[in-house]
């Protein structure tokens, strides 16, 4: 999954502390995808979806972002298994390279 930032102008932005809970959701679930831990990385995985559909209901996530930033999550969760072979599958890499972007656009 490859997050890209957009060109020219002013880049919109998320509150730092929104960006602190969902970056603590995908950090969380590479972590637990580094140890082998599937389902408790689908766990943080399904956190961080439901967090971040209800950052943007609540208006918390600039329209600008909202596609990019949703179809990671959705990428992340539903590469997320709890039982091998695709368990893993690069999710790790995938949740990290989120919790970079999602820093990145901390206002």
Do not use: K
């Not at 689908?42 to 990019?68: M, S």
């Amino acid at each position: 999954m490859l997050l890209a930032a957009g060109c020219g102008g002013e880049e919109p932005s998320l509150a730092t502390p929104l960006v602190t809970a969902l970056s603590a959701h995908a950090d969380s679930a590479a972590a637990h995808l580094e140890r082998e831990e599937f389902c408790a990385a689908r766990t943080d995985a399904a956190a961080l979806r439901r967090r971040t559909i209800a950052a943007i209901n609540e208006g918390a996530v600039p329209a600008e972002l909202q596609e990019e930033l949703l179809g990671s999550v959705n990428a992340l969760a539903e590469a997320v298994s709890c039982t091998p072979p695709n368990a893993a599958d690069g999710a790790a890499e995938d949740a990290r390279e989120l919790s970079d972007w999602l820093e990145l656009r901390a206002g």
